[in-house]
């Protein structure tokens, strides 16, 4: 029988070539598509204490989804705003609105359920500044 030994010269070629593809960075119009350093300004309009729990952000062109990041809540304090800096993926030059989920203070240690702010439709560019106010009056102010 004829059997073709492979030397470990050509494994370690294949291998490294094999690595060396791996590592490649993306295609050129995936690098440099983040929108970096948005500034998002959260204002609480409400007469208590808010903890912003979540920011996101709709990504219109990829998948039309909205994309959110590591986060840790909040707490801002009333008439009081507090300054995110986020970069945004996949949305540099694209649409996208920004979306803030927040609880009131119920007062103890008991938050209000969930509330959704969402800022308008923009293109997103690096270094933005967006302002986005919780509105009052808030639940406590209702007969």
């Known amino acids: 029988m004829n059997e ?56 219109f062109d990829r998948d039309d989804k909205w994309r959110s990041e590591a986060f840790v809540d909040r707490k801002i304090a009333t008439t009081k705003h507090y300054q995110f800096v986020r970069n945004l993926e996949h949305v540099k030059n694209d649409d996208t609105m920004i979306r803030i989920t927040y609880k009131e203070d119920e007062g103890g240690s008991r938050w209000s359920d969930d509330r959704v702010v969402t800022g308008s439709k923009h293109k997103c560019s690096e270094g933005e500044y967006n302002r986005i106010h919780l509105p009052g009056p808030s639940v406590y102010d209702q007969p």
């Open 4 to 59: 073709t030994k492979r030397s470990p010269a050509l494994f370690s070629i294949v291998a490294l070539s094999a690595a060396a593809f791996a590592v490649m960075p993306a295609p050129a119009q995936a690098l440099g598509d983040d929108c970096k350093d948005v500034r998002i300004s959260v204002f609480n309009d409400h007469p208590v204490e808010v903890k912003v729990t979540k920011i996101e952000y709709r990504d």
